[in-house]
């Protein structure tokens, strides 16, 4: 079956109008468990021995790839979210669509090299691009499990389904208090898990998201964050009119807002810290703040956002 998702978002933010629409053949999709299955899966499909890997990107990406015997290229990436270096022709690289906001450089990097694999992990809307493309479901909606291959060749053999029944109560029963812990839990779970498919629960689950209105959201939510932060923001950032962004990426050089943001209960998962050195990455690991911008949110959640953020750092 294939599913077409298409719908007009009025953002009135500004008087900034948008249009998106959305394709995604899920029943010719690969249905696994994590993103880094999706990744594994594609060593194995190509019989991948080498690739490019960004240094900003989560470290279970690397753990993935040791575990899969294929060798690791470390490239950096410019104050755009580009890559710092040039590739050949026939290399194995993977990109990140980092927050959902960098669908411009995956189309421009797709365009140079055939064997771009796209990490859409933070990015579930975008369209397939690349010799492979995969997509998190779980960072984006309420699920324990679940992600997206597009465009890959099938392997022979089948794998296990996951079992996440067990999982659910764990992760979303409870208060935002302790929201953080148990998030980590279900990590510490998963980082054990190996290539699975997709749970039936969380396929259940995802059958009945209204994608449309959860895009609508996100994007309203990303919207109203920067048109009150733009001018503060570190980044510049650009969005086509049918990105929809996993979170507002703010970047300042001051940790007061951070801290403040913390201390007030905001779920602010940091990435990735453990990024070293005198380097570009190593400046997002430590002063970008990924604001949510999530569909469960209110405009009101967003105007305390910033509201925070301008009383701590004394903006007007």
């Known amino acids: 079956m294939f599913v077409l998702f298409l719908a007009s978002v009025l953002c009135r933010h500004g008087g900034f109008c948008i249009m998106f629409c959305m394709k995604k053949n899920f029943e010719s999709s ?47 990436i410019d104050e755009k979210f580009f890559p710092a270096q040039d590739f050949g022709k026939e290399d194995f690289v993977l990109y990140p669509n980092y927050f959902g906001i ?55 053999r089948g794998f296990e389904k996951d079992d996440s029944e067990k999982r659910y109560p764990a992760l979303f029963s409870g208060g935002s208090s302790d929201f953080f812990e148990r998030f980590c839990a279900n990590e510490e779970l998963l980082d054990k898990e190996p290539v699975k498919e997709m749970s039936y629960l969380t396929e259940r689950i995802l059958s009945s998201v209204n994608y449309e209105r959860e895009a609508k959201r996100r994007r309203e939510n990303f919207d109203y964050l920067h048109s009150c932060l733009k001018y503060n923001n570190e980044l510049d ?41 005198d380097c570009y990455e190593r400046e997002l690991a430590h002063y970008l703040l990924p604001l949510p911008v999530s569909a469960k949110y209110e405009i009101d959640y967003m105007r305390k956002l910033v509201d925070i953020i301008k009383d701590e750092m004394k903006l007007l």
């Open 30 to 76: 690969i249905k696994l468990n994590l993103a880094r299955s999706c990744l594994r899966y594609v060593i194995r499909a190509y019989d991948i021995r080498e690739m490019y890997v960004p240094y900003y990107i989560c470290p279970v990406i690397f753990k993935a790839l040791r575990e899969e015997g294929c060798r690791i290229r470390i490239y950096h």
């Open 102 to 156: 960098c669908s411009r450089n995956v189309k421009k990097l797709s365009s140079l090299y055939k064997n771009l694999i796209v990490d859409n992990a933070q990015a579930f809307y975008a369209p397939h691009v690349g010799l492979a493309s995969f997509a998190s479901a779980r960072k984006f909606f309420d699920v324990t499990d679940g992600a997206y291959l597009f465009g890959c060749k099938k392997l022979l």
């Open 237 to 277: 950032v650009e969005l086509e009119d049918d990105d929809i962004p996993m979170v507002y990426p703010f970047k300042v050089s001051d940790e007061r807002a951070g801290k403040r943001l913390v201390s007030e209960g905001v779920e602010l998962i940091r990435y990735w810290e453990g990024v070293h050195g």
